[in-house]
């Protein structure tokens, strides 16, 4: 009988819980193995808060790994990838999950490389196949979809927010939890964090809002963003943005939604000055009700919306709050 294929899934936490798109890896894990009597393994890097790793065992995970380093407290590249492939060397997973996000996008790739692995990120899809994994993921700045599988021993791969449902917490499931002492050398850290400056800290993640407001190249400067955020709060959703604004500084890069930013799927996307090219739509297509707002009827936003505004939006996003304020005074 052939030994478990261990899949091995890399957590982030936020303030020391995993992250919702970590429990969205998770469900996925556990859907890979569900047939095929696998292990589901998590590995914690960030000297976790009490109660994370049985936190990610009622999440789905089977074992927990808790790797331990004063290095590991907040992520750094070298340190995290070493510590990664020692884990890997103890483990040996056929298959390395993380979220796509900064960290998950920074470490795979260079994880992948340290363990002569195959690497794919940014896949909406994974499944096995022929006993081997496959990733489906867009290509051609969004406008198409590839499909790829791999010879090597392993494969790492990060997954986008939205694309699975994440596993039902149950706090009753057993796992095990083991502690390792990473051995990471000094003068392999070549690189030293200065300083830390993280954004300012979310009232809605953009990943969790029900409701999210997104402005584009279309509102001609910062001081769209200001009817934007109003708007936002009184929806009680998030803002969010099309590639351009955030490279013209108009709005944080955290904003960015799109195949090189973030993946949103809230129940109503409102696009305000976006065109609608592939590489954002690759973010936000999973919103269930899509309505933009573009002066310009031939903008190909129109085709992915469900209800389109054709005008200024200096007009309609003003007159649109106030319907709103109205309609709660009314309840």
């Not at 955030?246 to 955290?254: E, Q, R």
């Not at 031939?298 to 469900?306: N, V």
Request: charged share 20%; proline share 4%.
């Amino acid at each position: 009988m052939n030994a478990p294929v261990v899949t091995l899934v890399v957590a982030e936490l936020v303030q020391g819980r995993p992250s919702r798109l970590t429990g969205e890896v998770l469900g996925l894990a556990r859907r890979l193995v569900a047939e095929r009597g696998d292990t589901v393994a998590a590995a914690l890097f960030a000297n976790p808060a009490e109660g994370a790793a049985e936190e990610l065992i009622a999440c789905g995970a089977d074992h927990v790994y808790s790797m331990e380093h004063a290095a590991l407290g907040s992520y750094h590249g070298e340190a995290w990838v070493s510590a990664a492939a020692q884990l890997c060397e103890k483990a040996a997973p056929a298959l390395v999950l993380a979220g796509h996000t900064a960290v998950g996008a920074d470490l795979a790739p260079r994880l992948a490389f340290r363990r002569g692995a195959a690497v794919a990120t940014g896949c909406v899809e994974i499944a096995w196949r022929a006993g081997r994994p496959t990733f489906t993921r867009p290509c051609f700045g969004g406008n198409a979809r590839e499909t790829l599988s791999f010879t090597t021993a392993c494969a790492v791969a990060t997954v986008r927010a939205g694309c699975y449902d994440a596993f039902a917490r149950d706090g009753t499931r057993h796992g095990a939890v083991t502690r390792v002492v990473a051995e990471l050398r000094e003068e392999t850290l070549r690189v030293k964090v200065v300083e830390r400056r993280p954004d300012a800290i979310e009232d809605i993640r953009l990943e969790d809002a029900h409701t999210v407001v997104a402005g584009g190249r279309g509102l001609n400067g910062p001081e769209g963003f200001r009817s934007l955020q109003e708007l936002a709060g009184v929806l009680g959703g998030a803002v969010g943005a099309s590639r351009v604004p955030c490279d013209l500084g108009w709005c944080p890069h955290s904003w960015q939604i799109g195949l090189t930013g973030r993946t949103v799927q809230p129940e109503l996307y409102i696009a305000v000055g976006i065109s609608g090219a592939g590489h954002h739509m690759a973010g936000c297509g999973g919103a269930k009700t899509i309505v933009a707002v573009n002066s310009d009827p031939e903008a190909a936003i129109f085709r992915d919306a469900r209800f389109g505004v054709v005008g200024d939006y200096q007009q309609f996003v003003p007159a649109f709050i106030d319907e709103v304020r109205k309609l709660r005074q009314s309840q």
